[in-house]
């Protein structure tokens, strides 16, 4: 079975740009989670979907929103974008119950300059 | 939303020795609390998780314990090797939604 796949791996943009990242989950699994990681400060949760529905929301500004599709993809964007939004963009898949664990895709590497 | 404090952040270890990670949660609530290891420049991956309904489990050289009077939940890892060496995550999350969250990390050194 195809672990989660996110694109791209990296990218560079300059401030004030947008960008979007791509994530697929694992077939069958259908709530997809997004975290920032930067060194120091772990696993920040961004947010979580469902059914096309965002279910959970961290404590991130407007500049960082998401969806889901039907079929359970989901892409993050990020307006706007600023120095300190450089990190380490994880997408994790998980199915729905109890005690389900999250699946990490590789990341994407974003760099703002 | 919950909070999930770990501790310490940064641990050095002979080989062959035990290393403990402790995390504690906020939210009485969350029943599932997983760990996660992350080696240089890799994902996270699921190593153990634990159920609010178990107090202990293990799998080989690594354990998990809950005490949920305390809301507190430690990882044990005996006879370590080099190989252990990565950065450990600590989660918590309830069963009703998929809202999980992580402690800040715990970077292991394992020296041979």
């Known amino acids: 079975k195809a672990g989660v796949t996110q694109t791209p791996r990296y990218l560079i943009k300059t401030r004030g740009q947008q960008v979007t990242l791509s994530c697929s989950p694992i077939?069958?699994?259908?709530?997809v989670s997004w975290y920032q990681q930067t060194p120091g400060q772990g696993l920040q949760f961004l947010f979580e979907?469902?059914?096309?529905?965002?279910?959970n929301k961290g404590n991130f500004p407007g500049r960082f929103s998401g969806r889901q599709f039907s079929n359970s993809r989901s892409e993050m964007n990020v307006s706007t974008l600023e120095l300190g939004d450089s990190a380490l963009y994880l997408c994790?898949?998980?199915?729905?119950?109890?005690?389900?664990?999250?699946?990490f895709g590789n990341g994407t590497r974003l760099t703002v300059t | 939303g919950e909070n999930v404090e770990q501790h310490p952040s940064t641990l050095s270890v002979q080989e062959g020795d035990s290393a403990v990670i402790k995390c504690t949660y906020s939210?009485?609530?969350?029943?599932?609390f997983p760990w996660y290891k992350q080696e240089l420049g890799k994902r996270p991956q699921l190593i153990i998780d634990?159920?609010?309904?178990?107090g202990e489990k293990k799998d080989q050289r690594i354990a998990v314990t809950l005490n949920k009077t305390a809301k507190h939940f430690s990882l044990h890892i005996t006879e370590t090797q080099p190989e252990d060496s990565a950065v450990y995550f600590c989660?918590?999350?309830?069963?009703?939604?998929?809202?999980?969250?992580f402690g800040a990390g715990t970077r292991l050194t394992v020296k041979p």
């Open positions: 994790a898949s998980s199915l729905v119950g109890p005690g389900s664990p999250l699946h």
């Open positions: 077939s069958g699994h259908r709530s």
């Open positions: 979907y469902f059914s096309e529905t965002q279910r």
């Open positions: 939210d009485s609530a969350s029943n599932y």
């Open positions: 634990i159920r609010s309904n178990v």
């Open positions: 989660a918590a999350s309830k069963d009703d939604n998929n809202d999980m969250r």
